[in-house]
């Protein structure tokens, strides 16, 4: 058992009172659930023998124990993310936020703002109406690289991962999450250092920055659009405090998620605690009532009293140029798409990405990923990009494709050398396990080039 803070004691006693007890016995245990999320549109089957499924959200699944997701292939190929349960309802609220705003079969732009590692940036390519673009963004260099891998493993063609301070960035959309960064209370049963680090001093801390993020980045939400507002922890200064500030200050109507309609479930059937302070809607998942980690999430909708002024397409800026033609051939719905060269490599856009794409890059905010990286040329040769493998826009059977066991889709994820089949024809083909895509290798007929992004394997045993 872990030993909790003794301010941390007193704040939850004096917050939940008579269920105090039974929410500390079970803060302190270290029995913290396993959970993933399928990617719905790779379609791949589960393949862990037990599961229960997540209420809240159609994709996700419980296991009953931890695997090594790192020998999955299926984990590399993007066929599934492993999430915390509890985050996961943000599907439930996302699904709410396009009822409010009568979106639910309309393209959007959406803003996820602190967006590492990935999970709910995912989750949002996933609830999403088709054609959706997301700018993921991330402050902190290492962790965006993480986020580009994550993306770009899932497969969504119309993605921005943006390296920006709120302020810097640029754009208006139609939703907005701030998964803000918290004093982690929340995250006390799987992260021993959450539990030191923790301190009365870094609650302040933590709830003043979450308002000065808000208000950075309230001026990229288009009147009429929604917020969701989320932190993994308990305490009412980084929660209900601030979703009141929001309402009062910024401008907003705090919003009811309900799951009954939704769900066909009421909070309490799900095991969500309501609200601790005042009575602003929001969804609270606390350790003693719900299978998951600490989650605090709430719904805003911001004042639309006044229309947003038009925009005006400005001529973009970017330079286009012509798809490679083996690119071409190989992508699905290619005229759809302009193609861009950035740097050497050559990205495909639709023409949504490409049009808030100018706007970063006039801004100069520095983007690890737009839309699909096709591939770079080199002499004669066209070097194919592993996003482009990754895709959910390439074209199948337009490629050659060569299917391997696990032994060898492991030594192919640790950038080793493989023996394929006599069967796969010379030239560029994309390694499959399972019906999955992992990416490319460069068949010579006596040996194979292992084409994997070296700065992806993996170097577990």
Request: some cysteine.
């Amino acid at each position: 058992m872990k030993q909790l803070p003794d301010d941390f004691i007193r704040q939850m006693r004096s917050l939940l009172g008579d269920d105090a007890d039974a929410f500390l016995q079970a803060a302190s245990q270290d029995d913290a659930s396993v959970s993933i999320r399928l990617n719905r549109r790779k379609a791949a089957p589960l393949s862990f023998e037990e599961t229960t499924p997540v209420t809240w959200c159609p994709q996700g699944y419980y296991l009953s124990e931890r695997p090594s997701f790192t020998l999955d292939p299926l984990f590399h190929a993007g066929a599934y993310y492993v999430q915390e349960a509890s985050s996961m309802f943000l599907w439930t609220a996302v699904q709410q936020a396009l009822r409010v705003m009568e979106a639910e079969n309309r393209p959007l732009k959406v803003l996820d703002l602190c967006a590492a590692p990935g999970g709910k940036s995912t989750l949002l390519l996933d609830v999403l109406p088709e054609g959706s673009v997301l700018v993921a963004n991330e402050i902190v260099h290492s962790r965006a690289n993480i986020l580009a891998e994550n993306l770009t493993k899932w497969g969504y063609p119309h993605v921005i991962v943006t390296e920006a301070k709120p302020e810097d960035l640029c754009g208006t959309y139609d939703l907005i999450l701030t998964d803000v960064p918290c004093s982690g209370e929340g995250m006390f049963r799987k992260d021993d250092q959450a539990v030191e680090h923790w301190n009365l001093g870094n609650v302040d801390m933590c709830a003043t920055r979450q308002r000065e993020i808000l208000q950075a980045v309230w001026p990229r939400l288009r009147p009429g659009g929604c917020l969701i507002y989320s932190t993994c922890t308990f305490n009412t200064a980084e929660n209900e405090e601030n979703i009141a500030w929001i309402a009062s200050h910024l401008g907003a109507d705090v919003l009811s998620v309900d799951t009954e309609k939704l769900l066909g479930k009421s909070f309490d059937d799900l095991g969500i605690t309501p609200s601790l302070k005042g009575d602003l809607p929001s969804a609270r998942f606390m350790f003693h009532r719900s299978r998951g980690e600490g989650l605090f999430m709430s719904l805003l909708q911001k004042f639309s009293d006044h229309e947003a002024a038009a925009s005006r397409q400005a001529k973009w800026s970017v330079k286009t140029c012509k798809m490679p033609e083996p690119a071409q051939r190989i992508l699905q719905s290619s005229d759809d798409f302009v193609c861009v060269e950035v740097a050497g490599r050559y990205h495909a856009m639709s023409a949504e990405v490409l049009s808030l794409y100018d706007g970063l890059a006039k801004s100069k905010v520095r983007m690890h990923q737009a839309g699909i990286a096709l591939g770079e040329i080199k002499g004669k040769d066209f070097i194919p990009d592993a996003a482009l493998a990754l895709s959910l826009a390439l074209k199948q059977d337009a490629v050659s494709l060569a299917s391997v066991d696990k032994e060898r889709a492991l030594s192919y994820l640790r950038r080793e050398a493989i023996v394929l089949d006599a069967n796969v024809p010379r030239g560029y083909a994309i390694l499959q396990y399972e019906g999955q895509n992992l990416g490319w290798i460069k068949n010579l007929g006596n040996r194979a080039n292992n084409l994997y992004p070296n700065e992806w394997r993996i170097r577990k045993l």
